[in-house]
Nanobody, 124 residues
């Protein structure tokens, strides 16, 4: 069982930056690949980024590539999402998720554990 708690969301102007954190409980954090997803009002949850269990591999949605960076610190049981050059269309609730499988996936249905989400609002 893994419990995930996101933090770091807030209100920022377009062009600004935020760093989200996701703290995980449990001793098996380093065995999970981790992902970030987001969901805007009236829209489906969408994939943002993924990082392998070791941190060696990362993968991004085209919409955030070059602006967002996912990273992890297995010693701290934490995964991060650094978000730069934010746009109003990045406004959403951001969720972190843990995946037992090493097979890279963008599908939310493949992830096993989810946090409660943190709101990110980008004003124009």
């Amino acid at each position: 069982q893994v419990q995930l708690v996101e933090s770091g969301g807030g209100l920022v102007q377009a062009g600004g930056s935020l760093r989200l954190s996701c703290a995980a409980s449990g001793r098996t954090f380093s065995s999970y690949a981790m992902g970030w997803f987001r969901q805007a009002p009236g829209k489906e949850r969408e994939f943002v980024a993924r990082i392998s269990s070791s941190g060696a591999s990362t993968y991004y949605a085209d919409s955030v590539k070059g602006r967002f960076t996912i990273s992890r610190d297995n010693a701290k049981n934490t995964v991060y999402l650094q978000m730069n050059s934010l746009k109003p269309e990045d406004t959403a609730v951001y969720y972190c998720a843990a995946d037992r499988s090493s097979i890279r996936t963008m599908s939310a249905h493949e992830y096993d554990y989810w946090g409660q989400g943190t709101q990110v609002t980008v004003s124009s």
